[in-house]
Structures are given as C-alpha cells and as structure tokens.
C-alpha cells in the first residue's frame, strides 16, 4: 500500500502555524506553503533584515505573542517541510501547483488546511489610486517589515480596529500621523462597551492606543464623508466633509481600509460550497466549529474562514487540525476540541460587538461619482458599470464581470470585487446577497505563462 500523501496547510500565519504544530505533535509531516519569505503572517509579519527594533517596536502589547509564534514554528524546523516564497496557484483533483523558486510544481496532499488570512477592503473615492496611497496593510508592511513610512506626513482613514493600530504603530515609530478619519460617528464606539465582559484587555488596550494618538497631538475625526484624496502626481491631501461643512488637511501619504475581507479563492478552487455572510458582507465557504468545509478533507482556519482576528486564528488553526486528525482516525484530544470551539464561540460573540462599533460605510457605494476609477487594473470608472448595468440589465456579478471587465484584471477582484458588488446591489435595488459572488480561477494570482504551460502539459501526461 502507497504511503498517504502529507497535509498541506497554505498560510504561515498564526492559524497556519498551530495548525502545523497540531500535526506535527501527532507524529504527522505537513507541508506549509506561504508566500511570505518568513513565518507570522499579516499580524506578525517580520524585518526582512535586522534593523535594531526589538519585538516590542515591531508588535506593541502583541510582542510577548508575536515571539511564542516565531519561535513554536521555528522549533518544528525538520519536522515539516516548509516553502516559503512560494504561492499555491491551483487545487484540482487533491492535487495543488505551487510556484516556488522559479518553478511550478505539483503536488499531491492528504487533507489540506487552508489558512489564507485576509487582505483590505475598500470603496473607491476619488484620487485613491493616486501615488503615495496605501491600504492599512500596506503601510503596515511597509513599516514592520521594510522599516520605512508611506509618508512624512500622514492621515489614516477608513474603519476596523486597524485603522487605529496602524496609526498607533506610526506614531509610536516617530512618524506625524496628521489625523484619523473615522468612517463611523463617535457614537458607535459606544457599543465597544458591551465587550468588556467578554475581553476587557483588548477593549481598554483600544482605549488606551487611542488615548496615546490624541495625547500625542493626532486629531481624532468620526462620521467622516464626502471624502477626496487631494493632488496632481502624488497625495498632497484630503478633504472630507462632517456636520456639513468641508474640511481638509496637508499630507504626503494615506493609509485607507474599512476593515478587511477573506481570502477565499483557494477554498473556491477546492469546491467548498459558499453561503452569504451578512456580518462580513460577503460570501464565505461554509464550515461547521471544527473548520470542516462541504469538502472531505479541506478545512478552514483563521480570517480566511471570516474575520475574527490573530486569537481566533490560532485557536482555528488548533481545532482544524484536530479535526483533521479526527477524520482521519487518530488519537485527537477531543476534549481540547471542546475547549478550543467554545473560546472562537466568545471571540465571535465579541467580532460582532467590534462590528458594531466599526460599522462598514455601505452608503459610500450609493455616492461614487461616475469618474471616479472602480477596477484599476482594467481602468474601468464607475460610471462605465453603471452604463454597463442598465444598458445590458445585468443583476448578477460575474455577468457584470463579462460585460464590463470589472475583476478581469491581475487583482481578479481582490480590490475591486467588493465594490463592483456594492454598487450592482444599489443600482439594482437587490439586497447584496442576492448578486452572487466572483467565481475564482487559476491561477490565483499572476504567474510567468511557462509556468502554466509546463504545469498544464505536467496534467496532460
């Protein structure tokens, strides 16, 4: 009898990473995939080199967490195999291409834990492609792994607890952080309250960033609309409007984000049947509390599943892999299990309080104005998808999709698809859910064509 092929787990980030340390303490040798050129994820990302900061001027409060990850993944090195640098383009017939060191290749797994994790989300507003504008992630990367600014002068603007770490992080770096823009009024932060019970830790530490930005002189801005990003070449400002009136202010770089959205391209590829969330406002792949799909064998872990945070990713990542154990008849330890779906439920109790008090500006979609560009990569402006949608009656997105080349581009969707949706759902008068989703194809994400011609001939033999 052939040997069972090994797991492979996509993503090195927190879920990744116990997932990884799961197996491998049940005596099984997974393969981790990551396109990072290290372990940690978004969250944890580490320097590309050594640039005298410490963990704590990486990671802030998170840094205790950030080491026990680096160093637990570090500990399993001979015991797993592990390609970083390299992106898992394809899965067909439990089979996944992976592009790595020049070279596609392919391999067979024996059950497949796909932790993904999460990019920005954003709506366009005029002058957003312009030079010196950044998602939140982005500039986070820029600053923990590159150790450089997107900026002299800065403004953060958007919604999600993140809005508020990054600008903290640059603050903290020595960075002029001008202001934070606030897609949300003041009183919805009110609802962060409703969390103490349940994380009293991360509600005060929110406070307490928040304190630090205004002490140090960072105008806080809430309910913010009507927002433009101001310049020629480059960002050389933003104007906003607020209690009717217009405000604007000088800078030389943007950080912009409304919270995040799940990768979920590979977990399409695989099969997995998708259902409409109405707390991310997006379709996500159905799984039950263990992190199983519609899909024998593939399992979900960490933001790529729905957004939940780093802590719920290394629980998910955990419970996955038990899972993964489960089914395929091993010693688990079930009452770990239990444990471990009872603290994600209290994180998702408490994701929806965070919800609350950083609600996503749906009503942005109604006002893009027509010249504003939607899909960037196509060059497509609003105004083009709306012609597009009232000259051929589309009602569904990847109808759209065909008929205007919006999510054609090299992003396939991953800036633009959110919007596009938004904006179809309003000039239909549809709910959201009812315009379906992009569908996902290979490859993934943009890859030299040899590659693809060697793997498709690879597939043919």
């Given amino acids: 009898m052939s040997e069972r092929p090994q797991p492979l787990i996509v993503g090195a980030g927190p879920a990744g990473i116990r997932a990884a340390q799961a197996l491998v303490a049940a005596g099984l040798r997974p393969l981790v995939v990551d396109e990072a050129p290290s372990c940690g994820g978004q969250i944890y990302r580490q ?47 439990g089979r996944a291409d992976i592009m790595a060191e020049g070279t596609s290749r392919q391999v067979a797994y024996g059950g497949l834990v796909l932790a993904t994790g999460a990019t920005d989300r954003i709506l366009p507003i005029p002058g957003w492609t312009l030079p010196g504008v950044f998602t939140l992630g982005g500039a986070q990367i820029a600053l923990k792994s590159q150790g450089c600014a997107i900026g002299s002068r800065i403004v953060f603007l958007g919604s999600g607890p993140l809005l508020y770490l990054v600008a903290w992080q640059y603050m903290k770096a020595g960075v002029t952080v001008a202001a934070v823009l606030d897609t949300a009024p003041f009183s919805a932060k009110l609802n962060l309250l409703r969390g103490l019970p349940l994380f009293p830790e991360i509600v005060l530490r929110g406070m307490r960033m928040t304190a630090e930005l205004r002490l140090a002189g960072v105008a806080l801005h809430y309910g913010v609309g009507d927002v433009r990003i101001l310049g020629q070449d480059r960002v050389e400002g933003i104007a906003w409007g607020a209690a009717g009136s217009e405000r604007r202010l000088a800078c030389d770089g943007i950080g912009y984000g409304l919270a995040l959205r799940s990768e979920t391209q590979l977990a399409d590829l695989a099969g997995c049947r998708f259902a409409f969330n109405e707390r991310d406002r997006a379709f996500l792949p159905e799984r039950d509390a263990a992190g199983r799909t519609s899909v024998p064998g593939v399992y979900l872990a960490g933001d790529g599943a729905g957004i939940a945070g780093a802590d719920a990713a290394e629980r998910a990542g955990e419970r996955a892999a038990l899972a993964l154990l489960e089914d395929r008849g091993l010693p688990h330890d079930a009452a770990r299990s239990r444990a471990l779906e009872a603290e994600l439920a209290r994180i998702g109790r408490f994701r929806a309080v965070l919800e609350a008090a950083f609600p996503f500006p749906a009503h942005w979609a109604t006002a893009i104005a027509d010249d504003t560009t939607l899909c960037r990569c196509e060059e497509i402006r609003a105004g083009e998808v709306r012609r597009a949608i009232a000259g051929f009656g589309v009602h569904e997105l990847n109808r759209l999709k065909a008929v205007s080349r919006v999510g054609m581009g090299r992003c396939q969707g991953r800036i633009c698809g959110a919007a596009a949706a938004e904006l179809l759902a309003h000039e239909t008068g549809r709910e959201l859910a009812a315009v379906g989703r992009l569908r996902s194809q290979a490859p993934v994400k943009p890859i030299p064509l040899t590659l693809a011609l060697d793997a498709h001939r690879e597939a043919a033999e």
């Fill in 47 to 93: 320097r590309l080199v050594p640039d005298g900061r410490s963990s704590r001027d990486l990671y802030g409060t998170e840094a205790v967490k950030a080491e026990a990850l680096h160093r637990d993944f570090t500990a399993l090195a001979g015991r797993l195999d592990y390609w970083p640098q390299s992106l898992l383009w394809n899965l067909r017939d």
